[in-house]
């Protein structure tokens, strides 16, 4: 086999290596542009895992590496003049030059070519004279753009500048430090790498960069002031530079990472955000991955396509939490004034990789000044702290998110509403949420949608409500009143999400004529006759709610229903008073709140969900739903609900753990609103980290509470927690600590006799 390795960066230099290793009889070529000593940045941080797999595929480099690594524990995080420093992180680094060293020397030794100060040929020539050829160039890939049609990259610019430089001397912890100038906060993020050396980033937003200047600074000038702003991080010590320019942090995805016989691998392929770790660990597990593949599969075809299937999912985890990690410190002026403990764990856990738990295991006595800081009694986990909304106090921040049943009949709750509500009642949630109730028979989503339109369903909610209050104490029971709009008269969830019905359809209205996807039916745009009649349907709707005993009202503004679908630009074309700008299509739906907050009853709390993004281009954006979130916050509402989506079929959601929460937390700092967090959060130790880090107040859970009715009563005996947050019902009691299980500490031998 011949292959051709496209730069020499760690990546390709430790691919050839591999390559090389495995098959001796492989001709492995690199082609480098520059000359074995020039190469950009300074430290590279390596994982645990990573460093796991190089010992195990090449015990040389291993070795080698082991040699040179700076090692250590702690991460400091300085805020205001007031450092708190987290121990058990574990970090091993080294300088760039020494990698890039150490891999030369390994190629060599096995017999890998390396052209130094030389551009590859093109790739179409590579691929006619080699059995594959690895594209190991970089973000500015020449290989992946030579083939893009096919790789299909999207690149995206982020909104901060930043610089790569160094210190002559070595921090004792990996440390970030903030200072707020008078243009705007910057930040610092340093780490040693050498016994006499320190990697430093400088960060900003790019308003800030420009503010002071220094966008327009000399390359030593901006050293200098990077040096003055940070001084004593520095210990009024100077920064150097390596060719350092300020830049932008790119995100590189590829729908594909191989054509033919040619592969991405590192860079070209991926990027991920530097405040979570190194893309040099990214590009050395791609190739101990496209390594094995290689020794793996029968064919380059087979082996490639293995690699892709193999790594994607991993990169893609990893870039959502650079993604999240990178937003955090885009967003950093929003979470400053947070308490200084809680400051310093929302950094720690901004990629949502760290949380509560895994920190507590890491550095119990800094999960525990946090926990007091936060007002955590002693023994009990921050989901069982009590939240207070207007005259109700939930004993817990656990929410049953709304889901709906499609299972009425004329819109009627029945036995089945019983029991499934009872039952997560039961199962020790601060909140249970009912699915959308309907406010008029044309506005439910489908035939099996439940109503509060008539006496009858009020009744019939009046017997879940009095069930939650006698048989489950304490526990809250909200509805959520809404109205389906252009997203009405569809088939049930199981036989068709968003599918029209064959027969019986009902008309539909909404803010424009828009159909929610093709084959939908065409809405009617609403007269300002018909506007008032939905206004006064919710209204209705709230009353016989109050009068049904429910505890708290959520208005549903989210997912392309009605309400929604006036907010949404994509979604209302109006040119009257209800269409146009912001402020505008915010007018009915504020209307609508403001005439429901009327009828319901004071000592009651509202609250609003919201779709804080459209996940398509030309919808709303995150700071249109902070907009929105302030306007319904100063009409009255008690919380926001941030959900996102829906609204219109092309969306193309980012999904992913907790992957709607940062909308909350970024609403909850700047609108100063309490918020409920919901969106694949899956466990009690995120919803733990979510409240402890100040993202959210509440967290609403669904599929969860699906699979396990009793997910909170169980959450808290997984926890060993048995305080005032969490309330067994008596006939459960016996349940409240874990069934045992088949044994298996079978007993150790205790001899062990030699052959």
């Excluded at 990893?318 to 002026?333: G, H, K, V, Y």
């Excluded at 720690?348 to 550095?363: A, G, W």
């Excluded at 997984?718 to 007993?747: F, K, M, N």
């Amino acid at each position: 086999m011949r292959v051709a390795i496209i730069g020499g960066g760690p990546g390709g230099l430790y691919a050839a290596a591999l390559l090389k290793r495995l098959d001796p009889t492989r001709e492995v070529t690199v082609w480098e542009r520059n000359a074995p000593d020039v190469t950009f940045g300074f430290g590279v941080v390596l994982s645990d895992e990573t460093l796991g797999g190089i010992e195990h595929a090449d015990p040389v480099v291993y070795a080698a590496l082991q040699e040179h690594f700076v090692r250590w524990d702690d991460i400091d995080i300085v805020h205001r003049g007031v450092t708190h420093r987290s121990g058990g992180h574990g970090f091993a680094a080294l300088g760039r030059r020494r990698l890039l060293q150490i891999l030369h020397d390994r190629c060599r030794s096995l017999g890998v070519t390396i052209d130094f100060g030389t551009e590859a040929p093109h790739p179409d020539v590579l691929c006619a004279e080699y059995d594959l050829v690895v594209a190991a160039d970089g973000v500015r890939s020449s290989a992946r753009e030579a083939y893009a049609p096919v790789f299909r990259p999207r690149v995206t610019e982020h909104r901060c500048r930043y610089i790569w430089l160094a210190a002559d001397f070595p921090f004792d912890a990996f440390r970030f430090e903030i200072a707020e100038t008078e243009h705007g906060v910057m930040q610092l993020h340093g780490y040693p790498y050498a016994a006499d050396a320190s990697t430093v980033i400088v960060e900003m937003r790019e308003e800030v960069w420009k503010a002071s200047g220094l966008d327009e600074a000399a390359p030593h000038e901006s050293v200098e002031r990077c040096a003055k702003i940070f001084a004593e991080a520095l210990r009024g010590r100077p920064l150097h530079s390596n060719n350092s320019a300020w830049t932008t942090f790119r995100t590189v995805v590829n729908d594909r990472w191989s054509h033919g016989n040619v592969v991405l691998l590192g860079d070209a392929a991926h990027t991920a955000h530097f405040s979570i770790g190194s893309g040099t660990k990214l590009a050395v597990e791609d190739a101990l991955a496209l390594a094995a593949c290689l020794e793996e599969q029968r064919d380059v075809a087979d082996a490639l396509t293995a690699y892709e299937q193999e790594r994607k999912p991993v990169v893609a985890s990893t870039q959502r939490a650079a993604r999240a990690s990178l937003e955090w410190f885009e967003d950093l002026r929003l979470h400053l004034d947070q308490p200084p403990r809680r400051f310093a764990f929302s950094l720690l856990t901004r990629s949502r990789r760290v949380t509560h738990d895994n920190l507590r295991l890491r550095d119990a006595r800094f999960t525990g000044a946090v926990e007091r800081e936060f007002g955590c009694p002693p023994g009990t986990p921050p989901m069982f702290t009590p939240f207070r909304l207007r005259g109700l106090t939930l004993r817990n921040r656990v929410v049953v998110s709304p889901m709906d049943m499609y299972s009425a009949t004329d819109g009627v709750p029945g036995d089945f509403h019983l029991v499934h509500l009872g039952a997560r009642a039961l199962g020790g949630a601060g909140l249970v949420m009912t699915e959308m109730v309907c406010v008029s028979e044309e506005g439910r989503i489908t035939p099996g949608c439940a109503g509060l339109y008539t006496g009858r369903q009020a009744e019939a909610w009046r017997r879940v409500t009095d069930f939650v209050h006698t048989q489950s104490p304490g526990t809250a029971i909200g509805v959520q009143l809404g109205h389906s709009g252009r997203k009405g008269s569809t088939k049930v969830m199981w036989d068709g999400m968003d599918e029209p019905l064959p027969h019986g359809n009902w008309p539909l209205v909404a803010a424009s004529p828009l159909p929610y996807k093709p084959g939908s039916q065409i809405p009617r745009r609403l007269s300002r006759a018909q506007l008032t009649d939905i206004r006064e349907q919710f209204t209705a709707a709230a009353w016989r709610a109050a009068r049904a005993g429910f505890d708290l009202l959520e208005l549903h503004c989210a997912h392309g229903y009605l309400l929604s679908g006036f907010l949404s630009p994509l979604t209302n074309r109006r040119t009257d008073a209800y269409g146009g700008s912001l402020e505008r299509r915010l007018r009915f739906p504020l209307e609508v709140f403001d005439a429901v907050r009327a009828v319901w009853p004071t000592e009651r709390p509202m609250t609003v969900r919201i779709s804080a993004t459209d996940w398509a281009e030309g919808g709303t954006t995150a700071q249109d739903a902070v907009e929105i979130a302030r306007a319904f916050a100063a009409h009255g509402a008690d919380a926001i609900d941030v959900s996102t989506g829906q609204v219109v079929a092309e969306e193309r959601p980012e999904f992913g753990r907790s992957y709607q929460t940062p909308f909350a937390d970024r609403i909850r700092h700047e609108a100063g609103v309490p918020v409920i967090a919901v969106g694949a959060i899956s466990s009690w130790d995120d919803v733990n980290s979510l409240i402890l880090a100040g993202r959210t107040d509440l967290c609403a859970l669904g599929r969860p509470h699906l699979y396990d009715p009793h997910w909170t009563l169980h959450a808290a005996a997984e926890q060993g927690y048995e305080g005032p947050g969490i309330v067994w019902p008596a006939p459960y009691r016996a349940g409240s600590r874990r069934p045992q299980t088949g044994r298996t500490d079978a007993p150790k031998p205790r001899l062990s006799l030699g052959g």
